[in-house]
């Protein structure tokens, strides 16, 4: 069975490019960058993009491209006994991080329909715990399924079937040529139009001005490289799936190199009309900035619903911002489908397209708990475990099986064959030494405190039975996958380095 192929370089590009731009973009990075120094956040930002993000992306697209295959066949075909590790990522992304990530986006959808007539009312804080999700008291309480919510989740699920079901050129490829211009056309609309506003300099000066004082807390560099990681969908067999089906003359180091500065550019530059907004809104309310701000779900879905109320034509404004949200989110949740369909499709020889729609209806399922009363418990804690532990795991395992078992030198050599920006030996170094060293010590902090006090105030047991469940039973997929027999010869089938 021939592998499909992307149209073009350029879709390639903005299909890497739309998986690693996502949610978090918009409103995580802005937020960490504003708590951790602003200006001076972006030294160690860049130094983690130059030294873990851009190498490790130019590592999955070289495996990906050279063994030809999505990541559990690309890890079979390095190491027979490695191929787990592509099950476990592409599982506990398809069956863990999609299953919420849609639910955001349904948040998105629905906002998107009430920003047309500031639908969440005089207190958006009390409209979105209370009024739209239901907050149960814990997550042993699910509750009903919020009918809104559900509604949304159904149409998102249907617009990630219908692309995905279209195939590599005809859909991923297609979307992407199209979300992304648009993305990048209407984050522009809001910059320029939030930079209009009355006290936006006030937001701009808060985002931006730099605290070099920051730079000596270690928490700040630790930061700087977990964001870098998680925003690239580095570890989650996207970015090798992708690779999979580029030509053979393809310019690997180039692409990684603009895939991590689009993807950086852009948070950098969404965190502009972000903040703007929010030095309006401080202004407008005669409140200091540091009041009207507040972290990542409470800033998209109750700080900016406020702001938006205030600004004249805020109806227009919003509908604009959580459709951009909407449109991020969708282009990297079609990602995470097509890399666990890839990595069937090549181990089982299974048709594509029923596939697709077997797993979005079981994806439509599995999200279903997410959308519950006690839904926004069950995410907290469900992407705290996997982002954590699963996908900085297999960052750090990935690094050894490609640096020390496959060798980086062999890697190396095949993206210096064809690629215009040639790698030397310090690319070893980093793959080898830095980055497993660095997510290492992101791993052993995440441990520590997750030891010495439960997260977040969950109880053990909600803990224990849902984020290490998650994380555990992922794993055991992984392992029982990766024990099936192939029914295909793509295992058989040398890189393209070695003929």
Not at 220 to 248: C, H, K, N, R
Not at 348 to 371: D, N, V
Not at 395 to 418: A, M
Request: contains cysteine; aromatic residues 16%; proline residues 3%.
């Amino acid at each position: 069975m021939k592998r499909e192929q992307w149209k073009s370089q350029s879709g390639f590009l903005l299909a890497a490019v739309g998986s690693a731009i996502g949610l978090g973009n918009i409103w995580r990075f802005s937020y960490m960058a504003y708590d951790n120094g602003g200006g001076a956040f972006l030294i160690p930002y860049l130094v983690a993009l130059f030294t873990a993000g851009i190498p490790l992306l130019i590592l999955e697209f070289g495996v990906g491209h050279e063994r030809m295959g999505s990541a559990p066949l690309a890890y079979a075909k390095i190491k027979k006994n490695w191929e787990w590790l592509g099950w476990w990522a592409v599982t506990f992304v398809m069956f863990g991080v999609v299953l919420y990530y849609i639910v955001v986006i349904a948040w998105c959808l629905n906002f998107f329909i009430l920003s047309f007539n500031l639908g969440w009312g005089n207190d958006p804080n009390s409209f979105f715990f209370k009024d739209f999700l239901s907050v149960s008291n814990g997550p042993s309480e699910i509750g009903q399924v919020r009918a809104p919510i559900f509604v949304a989740l159904v149409i998102v699920w249907f617009l990630n079937w219908l692309i995905c079901y279209r195939g590599v050129r005809r859909g991923i490829e297609l979307a992407n040529k199209i979300f992304m211009p648009l993305l990048f056309f209407l984050t522009s609309v809001l910059v320029f139009w939030s930079l209009t506003l009355d006290g936006a300099i006030v937001g701009i000066r808060a985002y931006l001005t730099p605290d070099f004082s920051k730079l000596s807390d270690p928490k700040v560099w630790i930061d700087a490289y977990s964001q870098i990681f998680f925003t690239l969908s580095l570890g989650f067999g996207i970015m090798i799936a992708y690779a999979s089906y580029l030509p053979e003359k393809s310019n690997i180091s180039r692409n990684a190199i603009l895939t991590g500065l689009i993807n950086s550019g852009y948070s950098l530059f969404a965190g502009v009309a972000v903040f703007a907004v929010l030095g309006f809104m401080a202004t407008s309310s005669g409140e200091t900035l540091s009041e009207v701000v507040s972290q990542s779900i409470g800033l998209a879905f109750v700080a900016y619903p406020k702001a938006v109320s205030l600004i004249p034509g805020g109806n227009l404004f919003g509908a604009i911002f959580f459709f951009c949200l909407v449109v991020a989110g969708l282009s990297s949740s079609i990602s995470i489908i097509e890399a666990f369909t890839s990595a069937m499709v090549d181990k089982f020889h299974l048709r594509r397209k029923p596939f697709i729609t077997l797993i979005s209806i079981l994806g439509l399922l599995g999200s279903t708990i997410f959308a519950t009363q006690a839904g926004l418990l069950w995410l907290d804690i469900v992407d705290h475990f996997l982002t954590h532990y699963g996908l900085v795991a297999v960052g750090i395992l990935e690094c050894v099986l490609v640096g020390w078992l496959f060798g980086s030198k062999v890697l190396r050599n095949h993206i210096n064959k064809i690629s215009s920006i040639k790698l030397g030996i310090w690319w070893d170094i980093l793959i080898k030494y830095f980055i497993p060293l660095v997510l290492g010590i992101i791993l052993v902090g995440d441990l520590w405190q997750e030891l010495s006090q439960p997260y977040g105030g969950y109880s053990w047991s909600s803990l224990i039975l849902i984020g290490w469940n998650w994380v555990v039973l992922t794993l055991i997929v992984g392992f029982v996958l990766a024990s099936r027999s192939w029914k295909t010869e793509h295992h058989k089938a040398c890189g393209r380095s070695q003929g």
